[in-house]
């Protein structure tokens, strides 16, 4: 396409991904809505960074985002900043022109209205000039905006679409626990000292599982997002994951180097249980080795013990994170959509590596 104004312009390609038996596939084809985070969730991990509640040597947490990209994405990575820089520069040019056209337009109107008009023929055929050539001028900046936003396509065949379905519906159960909280740190207690049962000290925040589009990249449909209080959240497309902070810090993460685990782990509960976890015990506030409560503390009170399902994710490249959800049944299936879709990507890639 010519351009008339900034004809130095490129569209940005799309990017087409293909699941097969010959392996992954990456295509680079032409070009032809974005949810902000909300407020309470940006005001869970500002606080969280200006009040850590634990020592950072406890914390679990990955390693900076802008390192945690995988090997084989890193180009696809640079592509979309780069997209990501010319729509900011785009639309910055489309907002100056519109005020351009507005200011033009609001003169020229004034101008045909008045009583005088027929003094000021030349000054009205100007701003005519000037607000069509502003008005092209829009109309161009309007498209180079919507083509300057990579587009993702999923080609994969039926295993794959299968397997990525079963996510996709496991995801909606997790959802509906009724508790969901980002492990932010763990250290050993001194059961002695501390007069307690547990064997860790958690500190955790309650987060949200949402499904969300980026302003980075345009995807058939939203991803599954896991919020991450004191790092990127966790977006499951289907052809990778990838670690979101900002436009110019995310990373993608190949599912190839991605390992999810699951564990059924008892919390003793000092908040009130919900609902659909289920209780298995109860200890003390203050207790003894033994169990006992300690009958030094005289307001001493029974806590419940609860089990909970635990979901760590990692990868080779430095993504470490533990979440924990009420529904330990939920996080089970979702686990296992998730590991039966990381393992038939992993045997794909090993049987490509034969040939």
Not at 100 to 128: D, H, M, P, Q, V
Not at 209 to 220: K, M, Q, S, V, W
Not at 278 to 306: C, H, L
Request: aromatic share 12%; glycine share 4%.
């Amino acid at each position: 396409m010519n351009w008339k104004y900034r004809p130095d312009f490129q569209a940005f390609p799309g990017v087409k991904l293909s699941y097969g038996r010959q392996g992954i596939k990456t295509d680079i084809v032409p070009a032809v809505s974005t949810t902000d985070e909300d407020a309470a969730i940006s005001k869970e991990k500002l606080m969280n960074r200006l009040y850590k509640p634990y020592d950072p040597q406890h914390e679990i947490k990955s390693g900076a985002t802008h390192s945690l990209t995988s090997g084989n994405l890193k180009e696809f990575k640079n592509l979309l900043i780069n997209a990501s820089d010319v729509r900011e520069e785009t639309a910055a040019l489309l907002k100056e022109k519109e005020r351009a056209y507005n200011a033009i337009t609001g003169k020229l109107n004034k101008l045909k209205k008045s009583l005088f008009k027929s003094f000021y023929k030349k000054r009205i055929a100007r701003f005519e000039e000037e607000s069509g050539t502003l008005n092209e001028q829009k109309e161009e900046l309007t498209e180079q905006l919507r083509l300057s936003v990579i587009n993702l396509e999923i080609d994969a065949e039926d295993i794959y679409f299968e397997l990525y379905q079963n996510i996709k519906e496991a995801f909606q159960l997790l959802k509906r626990s009724k508790k969901k909280w980002d492990f932010t740190s763990s250290r050993a207690t001194n059961r002695v000292a501390e007069r307690t049962s547990a064997v860790n000290t958690i500190t955790r925040s309650e987060i949200e599982l949402t499904e969300r589009t980026l302003p980075i990249l345009n995807a058939d449909e939203a991803a599954f997002c896991i919020h991450n209080v004191n790092g990127g959240d966790i977006y499951f497309f289907p052809a990778f994951m990838i670690v979101y902070e900002s436009k110019k810090n995310f990373a993608l993460i190949d599912y190839t180097d991605t390992a999810v685990e699951f564990l059924i782990t008892r919390f003793i509960e000092d908040e009130q249980v919900p609902d659909d976890a289920e209780m298995v015990g109860r200890t003390w506030f203050k207790v003894n080795k033994d169990g006992s409560p300690d009958r030094r503390f005289a307001n001493n009170y029974q806590i419940p013990i609860v089990e909970y399902g635990q979901l760590r994710i990692q990868s080779t490249t430095g993504v470490n994170e533990l979440y924990c959800f009420s529904n330990k049944e939920y996080t089970s299936l979702f686990y296992k959509a998730v590991y039966d879709y990381m393992d038939s990507l992993k045997t794909a890639k090993k049987l490509l590596a034969n040939f």
